[in-house]
């Protein structure tokens, strides 16, 4: 289900997925294919990690890589999960040829 708010995004982000729900920045978004299978991708990570189990990682993560590369947004597109996604977003196809918890190989 997509939802549309201006209001939620942080100016460099434009889309957040939060299972059952794709949140995007602006409506002529919903069109765009690739920014969709990428937040599809998370959907899919979210529903295999039982949810809660996601957020976890995805923040310990973070914690973790930030540490490492000291900028937010390096550390952003070196998490897992962000990889997987951006690595993929291009293939339609991905989500289902996706083999189970197949970000662990982005870590």
Do not use: C, G
Request: net charge positive; glycine share 0%; proline share 2%.
């Amino acid at each position: 289900m997509l939802i549309f708010s201006k209001y939620l995004f942080h100016p460099n982000f434009t889309a957040l997925a939060v299972w059952p729900f794709i949140f995007l920045k602006h409506k002529d978004l919903k069109n765009d294919k690739l920014l969709l299978n990428h937040e599809k991708i998370h959907l899919k990570q979210q529903i295999e990690m039982l949810w809660l189990l996601f957020f976890v990682w995805y923040f310990v993560e973070f914690a973790v890589k930030l540490i490492i590369y000291k900028k937010l947004m390096t550390t952003y597109r070196n998490l897992s999960f962000e990889r997987e996604a951006y690595e993929n977003e291009l293939n339609l196809n991905y989500i289902s040829k996706r083999k189970f918890w197949n970000f662990l190989k982005y870590i």
